[in-house]
Nanobody, 122 residues
Framework: QVQLVESGGGLVQAGGSLRLSCEAS????????MAWVRQAPGKEREFVAA????????NYADSVKGRFTISRDNAKNTVYLQMNSLKPEDTAVYYC???????????????WGQGTHVTVSS
């Protein structure tokens, strides 16, 4: 069983930055895929970024490439999402997700956190 706790959300002006953190507990192995997924009000869940816990693989949605960076600190059992040049359309609840293997669809992630709210004002 894996538990995920997100933090770092808040209100920021357009053009600003935020760093989200996802602290993981439980048994996590190098092949685990860790991801950030967001859901804006009235919209479907959207993949943002993913990273392999053991390093090497990263993947980003086109909408955030060049602005967001996913990283992990294995010693702290934490995954981060550095968000720069934020836009009002980035406003959403951001969820941390984990899965024992790399997957292509957000629906395939097994473990989910409770989410953290990000609001970007124009």
């Amino acid at each position: 069983q894996v538990q995920l706790v997100e933090s770092g959300g808040g209100l920021v002006q357009a053009g600003g930055s935020l760093r989200l953190s996802c602290e993981a507990s439980g048994r996590i192995f190098s092949n685990y895929a860790m991801a950030w997924v967001r859901q804006a009000p009235g919209k479907e869940r959207e993949f943002v970024a993913a990273i392999r816990w053991g390093g090497g693989n990263t993947n980003y949605a086109d909408s955030v490439k060049g602005r967001f960076t996913i990283s992990r600190d294995n010693a702290k059992n934490t995954v981060y999402l550095q968000m720069n040049s934020l836009k009002p359309e980035d406003t959403a609840v951001y969820y941390c997700a984990a899965n024992p293997v790399w997957v292509r669809s957000t629906n395939e992630y097994t473990y989910w956190g409770q989410g953290t709210h990000v609001t970007v004002s124009s």
